[in-house]
């Protein structure tokens, strides 16, 4: 029997070569990340949504200060969507070209929503792993204090703070910041806590690494996965925060506009028979809300298998 | 037991009071007094105010009396825009109502959550588990202020089968629509938490035991199983309660139901300050209350806390 060499090479060249090559555990997630189709979806939505926040606003027609006189007074109807009048999504209650103010609504619920997740990300990180690596009592009054800012009724806190201040948007950053962290410290911790005995750290250590710097370079890059999952879910979580301050009307003030603002006004002048005004905000609302779940969902699943 | 308790109590007690020093020290710090209005007071009036509020005291003994007055007396001072109320009537007005509509949503999230998990988990991968998890997902992004518009949407507005707001104590079509805005969200994410947990509490070890003694599967569920599945259920609760109280607030204004969500944003539209701090001290009062409840009834349930 004659063995075919050509075969026989290619045959082990590919084990040779699939035992270079390897596949990271990064590798491997991306995989199932991009073969699960909720993320995708999800992913997709989100794209759309932020191009549309970005680049919405060249295509408006009116600015989203501008009063359309020749609507006001018969919005329910002269004011629906049309392509003629150039309002895409009709016109407020005012006469305020619909489209442009969610354009603007968009940016500001997204911007608040990822500027709240980073802040989430940055201060829950480095508390988190601070209190988990040094441990002790240190740990103990860190944590402790966490454990006392999270039973505090944090939403009535922050109306609180936004009363007394004054309504701004560094004011509303701020108040969401000051909270956002809190469950990230806690989850990072924890990991922090398993990671630091394994022996690259002891290595570490011995080797005479500052603690800060163990922390920074070692610790940190470890958790990534983690907290990028965490993230993801955070940032809906700080647009429902803003979009409920906003519906009570005591977020951004006009002519600034976000979902929560744009679905209560909407809400408020349905019985009008002018739907549109709660339909298209709520759409991106509901959408964004959707597309950020499902990339979280499917992060976790893709970072951890087992946990199908 | 009663060591954990009065351990948990030495937590929470010193919480509360930093939190009523905290909203007080703001207040103090804010910008504008509660009586610079449109109108500047003559100064002699002002004079006045302040003394009849305490205002010239240093700031120790101004927390002091507060405190004291909150404590022991139970009495969170007079409203500083209607000067004939105190703070305690605005809250013994709302109070009833909020808790009313408030303890059913709770109720209601959690009967209907962990029945919907359940099911969910025991007809696994079947058309239940889909419609359930399909209703968990759709309802996660339905928060009250999304669900409250369009249930008068199509309750009030469309077959006009429901009052869009208002409230009765005596008439329970009143209640229905706060009590699912309010619940829905919160059913969805205990649904869903129910169902992970018990579909591991049904692979695990002690359900293969009993349903290999030939323990009928009702049983198995309801004695074997619901009990530890209930666990991650229950450390949830904590959360909804805050969330529940907080989402209170749009459902007060929205179908205006007079809870003390109303006397809270009134009072922040109006910088009326001790009604703001005094219904945020009750709120982190019963928030720190129902969070000591709710350790203690994990302990009570997980067999592997010692405490």
């Known amino acids: 029997m004659v063995i075919d060499q050509s075969k026989m090479q290619s045959l082990s060249d590919r084990f040779v070569e699939a035992e270079v090559k390897g596949r990271s555990p990064w590798a491997d997630a991306r995989k199932r990340f991009f073969r699960n189709k909720a993320a995708m979806l999800g992913l997709m939505i989100l794209v759309l949504v932020s191009l549309f926040a970005i680049f919405g606003g060249y295509v408006a027609q009116w600015s989203n200060e501008e009063l ?18 150039g309002h895409f999504f009709g016109t407020d209650n005012l006469g ?14 997204l911007m608040v929503g990822v500027v709240g997740a980073a802040i989430a990300v940055i201060v829950g990180t480095l508390y988190g792993a601070t209190a988990g690596y040094v441990g002790g009592r240190t740990d103990q009054i860190m944590m402790r204090t966490v ?56 290595a570490a250590r011995a080797t005479g690494v500052s603690s800060f710097r163990i922390i920074i370079r070692h610790i940190v890059p470890n958790l990534l996965g983690v907290v990028a999952v965490y993230a993801t879910l955070l940032v809906p979580l700080m647009i429902l925060t803003e979009s409920f301050i906003s519906f009570l009307g005591l977020g951004v003030q006009e002519p600034l506009t976000s979902w929560g603002a744009l679905i209560s006004e909407g809400a408020g002048t349905m019985n009008y028979g002018t739907l549109w005004q709660l339909a298209f905000p709520l759409f991106f609302f509901v959408i964004t809300l959707f597309g950020f779940f499902f990339v979280g969902d499917g992060l976790r699943d893709a970072l951890d298998p087992k946990e199908r | 037991m009663f060591a954990f ?26 910008p504008g007094g ?33 405190l004291v007055n909150v404590v022991v007396h139970f009495d969170f001072g007079p409203s500083f825009v209607y000067p ?21 949503s709770f109720i209601a999230a959690v009967v209907m959550g962990v029945a919907l998990g359940v099911v969910a988990a025991i007809w696994h991968n079947s058309w239940i588990d ?65 169902r992970s947990s018990m579909l591991e509490v049904l692979g695990s070890n002690h359900i293969r035991t009993a349903r290999a003694k030939g323990m009928p599967e009702h049983r198995v569920i309801i004695r074997h199983a619901l009990k530890p599945a209930m666990l ?18 749009v459902i007060d204004i929205y179908f205006s139901t007079g809870g003390i969500g109303k006397a809270f944003v009134d009072s922040a539209l109006n910088r009326d300050y001790a009604v703001m701090m005094g219904v945020t001290i009750l709120v982190g009062a019963l928030t720190i209350l129902f969070n000591l409840i709710v350790d203690v009834l994990y302990a009570w349930i997980d067999p592997k806390i010692r405490y």
Do not use: C, H
């Not at chain 2, 998890?133 to 999304?146: E, T, Y």
């Not at chain 2, 805005?181 to 649904?191: D, E, K, R, V």
């Not at chain 2, 991650?232 to 607030?249: C, E, K, Q």
């Open chain 1, 96 to 109: 305020r070209d619909l489209y442009a103010r969610v354009v603007q609504g968009t940016r500001i619920s």
């Open chain 2, 130 to 194: 889909y419609l359930a998890v399909g209703i968990s997902i759709g309802a996660q992004v339905l928060p009250n202020f999304v669900m409250a518009p369009l249930l008068v949407l199509v309750f009030t507005l469309w077959y006009g089968l429901l009052p869009g707001g208002g409230w009765s104590f005596s008439n329970p079509s009143f209640w229905i629509m706060p009590v699912i805005a309010l619940s829905t969200s919160y059913m969805a994410s205990i649904a869903r938490i129910t």
């Open chain 2, 84 to 104: 004939d109320r105190t703070v305690n009537q605005l809250i013994a007005n709302g109070f009833p109502v909020t808790l009313t509509y408030g303890g059913l």
């Open chain 1, 68 to 85: 359309d006189f020749s609507v006001m007074g018969q919005v329910a109807q002269m004011g629906q969507p049309s392509l003629e009048n």
């Open chain 2, 5 to 30: 308790i009065l351990r948990r109590l030495a937590v929470a007690i010193p919480t509360l009071l930093l939190l009523i020093v905290f909203s007080f020290v703001l207040m103090q710090m804010a």
């Open chain 2, 232 to 249: 991650p259920v229950i450390s949830y609760l904590g959360p909804v309660f805050v969330s529940m109280i907080t989402g209170s607030v």
């Open chain 1, 147 to 202: 454990d006392i800012l999270m039973s505090i009724p944090y939403m009535f806190v922050l109306i609180l703070l936004l009363v007394m201040f004054g309504r701004s948007m560094s004011m509303l950053f701020l108040g969401i910041g000051l909270i956002s962290w809190l469950d990230m410290s806690r989850i990072v911790r924890g990991q922090t806590l398993s990671l630091k005995n394994r022996e690259f750290i002891e």
């Open chain 2, 34 to 66: 509660p009586f610079t209005g449109e109108r500047a007071l003559p100064p002699a009036v002002l004079a006045n105010l302040e003394a009849q509020y305490g205002l010239n005291d240093p700031l120790w003994l101004q927390i002091w009396n507060y």
